[in-house]
């Protein structure tokens, strides 16, 4: 059974700071891997999706990458900024299926 | 990225009484879709998929008979809680995928419809 887990849960940074998210899953045949935004009491946003053949998806300053060997995806966000303050989830893909197993998320604060 | 609207975005309803939601793709033809529920400072959990004309498909654990879905239309789905109780109240959250997204694997998700039961 995947299990999705997001490490850290919170973590606040001062503005201009870039910063790393950490995704880890324990079924690396896994198909696609998503990262997600939620701001408070909203859905969700999709940021980067990457294929189950990519290694990294790139969107502006962020950047995603996949390790499935190591069950890893890192979300990278460059120069952070006070409108960044959410939550970030990722999710992989149940098989070739588009049911996601969602992670447990890390809330993100961006300090001013 | 194609537009998936949910209705409505909050609801408070008392204990005993039947809530819908719906779940509408405005942009692309969503052949299935997804429905997930989140509770507080957690994250989402699958309930159910569905596709277009026939019966959804539940996860191991959600009460169909509490949880009516129909997907009724390329473009709708509906969820309906039954009787709905005070443990009822969370986040319910549809994505969908189709057309617009067949190409790349990629879902897309509504705002969500908060449920509030007293």
């Known amino acids: 059974k995947q299990e999705v887990t997001q490490i850290p849960a919170a973590l606040s940074v001062p503005e201009g700071e870039n910063l790393v998210l950490n995704c880890s899953f324990t079924d690396s045949a896994i198909y696609n891997l998503q990262w997600f935004r939620q701001d408070p009491g909203k859905g969700l946003t999709s940021l980067l999706l990457i294929q189950s053949s990519q290694r990294e998806q790139t969107s502006g300053r962020l950047n995603a990458s996949l390790d499935?060997?190591?069950?890893?995806?890192?979300?990278?966000?460059?120069?952070?900024?006070?409108?960044?303050?959410?939550?970030?989830l990722c999710a992989s893909y149940r098989g070739a299926t588009n049911k996601l197993i969602f992670g447990t998320g890390t809330l993100l604060a961006v300090q001013p | 990225g194609a537009v998936v609207s949910q209705h409505p975005s909050r609801v408070i309803c008392k204990s005993g009484t039947s809530v819908k939601i719906e779940c509408r793709s405005l942009d692309f033809q969503a052949t299935t879709m997804f429905w997930y529920r989140q509770f507080p400072k957690k994250s989402l959990m699958l309930m159910a998929?569905?596709?277009?004309?026939?019966?959804?498909?539940?996860?191991?654990?959600?009460?169909?008979?509490?949880?009516?879905?129909?997907h009724a239309s390329l473009t709708l789905s509906t969820l309906t809680v039954t009787s709905a109780h005070p443990e009822d109240?969370?986040?319910?959250?549809?994505?969908?995928?189709?057309?617009?997204?067949?190409?790349?694997g990629e879902l897309f998700f509504g705002e969500g419809s908060r449920l509030t039961v007293l």
């Open chain 2, 89 to 104: 109240s969370s986040f319910y959250i549809c994505s969908a995928s189709g057309l617009a997204g067949a190409n790349t």
């Open chain 2, 49 to 70: 998929t569905s596709n277009e004309g026939s019966k959804a498909t539940y996860e191991q654990g959600v009460e169909k008979d509490k949880f009516l879905i129909n």
């Open chain 1, 68 to 88: 499935k060997s190591s069950g890893r995806s890192t979300l990278y966000i460059a120069a952070s900024q006070p409108g960044d303050s959410a939550t970030y």
